[in-house]
């Protein structure tokens, strides 16, 4: 199943499941610790695990049957990432922080003077939303719209995309008086 499906429901049950268990995580990390957590999550897992292998065990032993471990299929899959994945991964991460260096280092060193203005103003507001939510609130905020945004957004798109334009149409037209207003900026091409 892939992350699309997820985000727009196709499959009710395997989404409930993902969604559900990632707001669980969330709400947990939000009254215990990241190291509580993840000890409580492993101890509930091998709990499940030893507590089906004796049940196993015994029904084996019971029913007089040889069938094995339960988890032999799962012990023999190989999951081992081979040279060329590991390459893929660090490749795409090697790109993605040098791009994200070269862009922080393009606005604070003013290359652009009304870009840097928007990333001050950005930085401004984002010290307004610190002191409002912690970042484990707007990760929540974030799973919470990631599952439901891309269907609304599917069933209502006509009206929101109407709205959408009227407020990028108003947005430009602000950005266009105030750059007319500031000296040496250049409106770029769109």
């Known amino acids: 199943m892939l992350a699309i499906d997820l985000l727009y429901w196709r499959d ?33 897992g091998l709990s499940a695990t030893i507590s089906f292998r004796i049940y196993k065990s015994v029904l084996q032993a019971v029913q007089k049957t040889d069938e094995g471990h339960p988890f032999k299929a799962y012990l023999e899959m190989e999951m081992n990432l081979s040279q060329d994945q590991i390459q893929k991964y660090t490749d ?17 060193l003013v290359q652009d003077l009304v870009d840097s203005l928007k990333f001050a103003v950005l930085m401004w507001l984002l010290t307004y939303v610190g002191a409002l939510f912690n970042g484990l609130t707007l990760l929540i905020m974030a799973v919470v719209s990631m599952f439901t945004l891309p269907v609304v957004y599917d069933k209502y798109q006509a009206q929101i995309d109407q709205y959408l334009g009227l407020v990028r149409t108003h947005i430009n037209t602000v950005v266009a008086k105030i750059q007319a207003k500031i000296p040496g900026a ?4 769109e």
């Open 12 to 44: 009710i049950k395997q989404t409930g499941i993902v969604f559900g268990s990632l707001l669980l995580l969330l709400f947990s990390l939000t009254q215990f610790s990241v190291v509580s957590v993840v000890a409580y999550l492993a101890l509930a």
């Open 92 to 108: 795409c991460l090697q790109l993605y922080v040098n791009s994200t260096v070269k862009e922080l280092r393009r606005l604070f």
């Open 186 to 189: 250049k409106r770029k091409a």
